[in-house]
């Protein structure tokens, strides 16, 4: 199995731009999770999807959109790109939405906006 | 809205050393977990405790969280090298939506043989 994949591993935009950034996972996991990682912030969540079918708001959503394509992949659209969101993008996956899961994380995505 | 506050930020000590990490909010939260992040890689959880005052042990790290379940600490215990990396802890709120985790802001630690 290979857990969590993110493509694309490294990104380079200019203001204005839009992108995709794609997160699959292969345990049949129904939980699905985006964060951005900055230095001296820990990570913090921008969107997450309970399950199929659904899509929550978390800390900083402002600016991105989510898609939960099918139980698999949960993807992450920048529509205008903005220097302040150069971060490291990370996607985790939990087995159930409830109780105290353990979250997997993919290798993540460094996004520099110009 | 920062809910966990990590200290201390930075942490460099000598190989043997032992070192406690804190992890504190005025929020309160079902679970604290606690992971480690090596450089270029997503964290990894090491543990999940959720019982107030719980305390659990793995190897040379102790991981306890408060009574109250508002704040958690991680103590090692004679570091080596190999635990160099960034440890973050996580808050679990459930809502009824699904569960919401709260990352703190980390603490870099560096074993120096």
């Known amino acids: 199995n290979a857990g969590v994949t993110q493509t694309p591993k490294f990104q380079v935009l200019k203001t204005g731009q839009s992108m995709t950034l794609q997160c699959a996972q292969d345990?049949?996991?129904?939980?699905m999770y985006w964060y951005r990682q900055d230095p001296g912030m820990g990570l913090r969540l921008i969107y997450y999807s309970a399950s199929e079918g659904t899509t929550d708001k978390g800390e900083v959503p402002n600016g991105y959109n989510v898609s939960r394509l099918n139980k698999r992949e949960f993807s992450l659209r920048l529509e205008s790109a903005a220097p302040s969101q150069t971060s490291v993008y990370f996607c985790a996956s939990t087995r159930l939405a409830g109780g105290p899961q353990t979250q997997y994380f993919g290798p993540g995505t460094r996004l520099l906006v110009l | 809205t920062q809910l966990l506050e990590q200290s201390p930020q930075f942490l460099s000590i000598q190989e043997g050393e032992n070192l406690t990490v804190y992890c504190n909010s005025s929020s309160v939260f079902s679970s604290l977990q606690w992971y480690r992040q090596e450089p270029g890689e997503g964290p990894v959880l090491l543990v999940t405790?959720?019982?107030?005052?719980e305390v659990k042990k793995l190897k040379r790290l102790t991981f306890q969280f408060g009574d109250a379940r508002k704040d958690s600490s991680l103590h090692i215990t004679a570091a080596q090298p190999g635990d160099t990396g960034l440890y973050l802890c996580?808050?679990?709120?459930?809502?009824?939506?699904?569960?919401?985790?709260?990352f703190g802001t980390g603490t870099s630690l560096t074993v120096i043989p």
């Open positions: 405790v959720v019982t107030g005052g």
């Open positions: 345990m049949n996991h129904n939980s």
């Open positions: 996580a808050g679990g709120v459930l809502t009824n939506t699904g569960n919401q985790f709260y």
